[in-house]
């Protein structure tokens, strides 16, 4: 594992069964993530994008390894590792106690601040939880830190007594914010955090997460499908399609040059506040998204491709360096 780097995902693969028949057997498998590769460095924001359906969520759920527990069945192969600063872990190996003593390592923000809190304890109680299972520190300081917390993600001590319904969506995803804070995280996974929320809330919830990556020198595994709000927030960027990345880059050079048709059809569909770019050029692809059920062989992009030629259904692709940290899954740009 590179020094630099706080985490490294080598060819991730994420199967869930399907079960049929008469007595319920396994009769095909969901390919969720194909084999994907990236790394993160200290500090860094990496935004994985993509349309609905494409395995984001899973890449982040088979990072804290939350996924054996939530679906037994699920088959996960590859490797995931992270640096503690002390030492190397590889998290796909470790069980569930042996896991615990590392979860305080890697927190996640959830997409929906509505279910993603306990509605029967208090902001405190949920903050202070983390604390609990993963720091040895006593009552006296945790309450300290609840109020030191809450203040920094804008809102108030004395609102650590409310519950979560007496908020407001936006307010909910701060407390998530501060409970992922709550056990000094070298890596947080924010799984869309702000797709549930208004779009004036979205800019300051993550106008918030700058400031506080700045501040505690956090890595951000960024997942969403909107390609402007991860443009703004990320360092880099991964697109993702039908379980597969096909293409990584610097943040703004993925966003105003990208290089793979997928990534440019993604990129067309973003809407434009500007009136007199309502009439630019879109490009719109034929057909439907494969299911994972049966995606198809070769480039799983083939049957939407503009530029597909019959080759691309021989060999997967894999990322090539086209411009100086700007790679493509694709032989024909």
């Known amino acids: 594992m590179n020094k630099e780097n706080i985490l490294e995902v080598k060819e991730l693969r994420v199967k869930f069964p399907v079960h049929g028949g008469l007595f319920l057997g396994k009769v095909a498998e969901v390919k969720a993530v194909d084999g994907i590769s990236f790394d993160m460095k200290q500090g860094e924001t990496l935004g994985l994008v993509g349309e609905s359906g494409c395995g984001k969520s899973t890449v982040g759920k088979a990072i804290i390894n939350i996924l054996r527990f939530s679906s037994p069945d699920v088959d996960i192969t590859g490797e995931v590792w992270l640096n503690t600063g002390e030492s190397e872990i590889e998290l796909l190996k470790l069980s569930r106690n042996d896991i615990r003593k590392y979860r305080g390592l890697v927190q996640m923000i959830f997409q929906d601040p509505y279910s993603s809190l306990n509605a029967r304890l208090t902001v405190g109680q949920i903050i202070e939880e983390p604390m609990l299972y993963h720091t040895s520190m006593p009552k006296n300081e ?147 998204v494969p299911t994972p059920l049966r995606k198809p062989s070769g480039c799983g992009f083939r049957t939407r491709c503009p530029i597909a030629k019959p080759e691309c259904a021989d060999a997967v692709p894999p990322l090539v360096e086209k411009k100086p940290g700007h790679t493509a899954a694709c032989p024909y740009v």
């Open 142 to 288: 945790r309450l300290e830190k609840i109020s030191w917390l809450l203040d920094k993600v804008g809102l108030q001590a004395e609102q650590s007594k409310r519950y979560p319904h007496e908020f407001s969506g936006g307010q909910r995803q701060r407390i998530g914010i501060a409970r992922a804070l709550a056990t000094n995280p070298k890596l947080i996974i924010a799984d869309e955090p702000v797709s549930a929320l208004d779009v004036s809330i979205q800019a300051q919830v993550i106008n918030l997460m700058q400031e506080l990556q700045k501040e505690f020198d956090l890595s951000i595994l960024f997942i969403a499908h909107d390609l402007s709000v991860v443009e703004h927030i990320s360092s880099r960027i991964a697109v993702m399609y039908l379980g597969s990345i096909f293409e990584v880059g610097e943040g703004r050079e993925v966003y105003h040059h990208p290089i793979h048709p997928y990534s440019k059809a993604l990129l067309s569909a973003v809407p434009l506040p500007n009136p007199d770019f309502r009439n630019k050029e879109r490009t719109i692809l034929k057909g439907d």
